[in-house]
């Protein structure tokens, strides 16, 4: 079971460093960008002025209505958890009177919940101005200021627009036409310039468990680990050395057999001159020499 989590825990420092460092890769370009203060205004832009990936800024004033819906789920090991509704706006961008640039279409994607409300309140707006072109439109609803990014529009957010728009006069073609070339997403600068900096923190908390978790085990096995003076190897094969010049020390033969059991300890001084009876004779027979 310790190798099991010790195995997950492991597959999840990897996973987090490299989603931190794709985070990085992917969110330097923008970052630089909005640091730079690098984007575009909608309303100095003509339906084809739009590159994929541009950063823009700008005021949203008509919103005709919501063609599509994207739902998007997360989930908890598979378990559905929340669920989020996030509309896709067909807007208008009127002609500035300074460029000379003829009106056109655009497709909104809102993520933010003030920003849905906000879009929501305008379509009355708008489509009371339609009703009364030509005419000077007030109304409360005012527009809104939206942090975007240029980016394709799905096939089947089109196609969910063109039968948005079936009751129009125009040919789908005519259409598509009156549509910029790119849809704008909805994006927060203020957290995407920091994107980088996240990326990198995710990237360097798995880096500093496993320098931590180096240094716990490096620290518990010295604390297990006892070190001895190991001297020199003894050699029992050579004579004891008198380096320290002390006089040798010998035993008698009949000083061993005096303290030497039978004749030692508990042995009748009368029988010191006993000798000791032979050992036993051992058949070897059965051994094969």
Known sequence: ????????????KIVAF?????????????????????FGKIYDKGRTDYAEDELITGKIEYVVGTVA??????????IPVKKELTPYYLCIIRNDEKTDAEDYC???????????????SLTIHTQFALAHQGEKVTSNSKPVALE???????????DYTMEYMKGSDMSESDIKKTFA?????????STDKFMPLFGFIVALIP??????????????????????NQGPPVDYNTPPSNA?????RRYSAQAYETHSYPRGYGADSNNTQETIGEMDSIDTSNLKL
């Open 1 to 12: 079971m310790r190798n099991f989590f010790s195995s997950r825990i492991a597959v999840f």
């Open 18 to 38: 490299f989603i931190g460092i794709f985070m990085m890769i992917f969110s330097m370009g923008d970052a630089i960008k909005i640091w730079k203060k690098d």
């Open 69 to 78: 819906t994207l739902e998007s789920s997360q989930t908890v090991y598979g």
């Open 106 to 120: 655009v497709l909104v994607h809102a993520t933010n919940k003030d920003t849905i409300k906000a879009m929501d």
């Open 148 to 158: 975007l990014k240029a980016r394709p529009v799905p096939e089947e957010v089109m």
């Open 181 to 189: 070339d790119y849809m704008l997403e909805e994006r927060d600068f």
């Open 207 to 228: 880096v500093l468990m496993f320098i931590v978790s180096r240094k716990r085990a490096k620290a518990y096995k010295a604390s297990r680990t006892h070190y001895v």
């Open 244 to 248: 320290g010049g002390e006089p040798m």
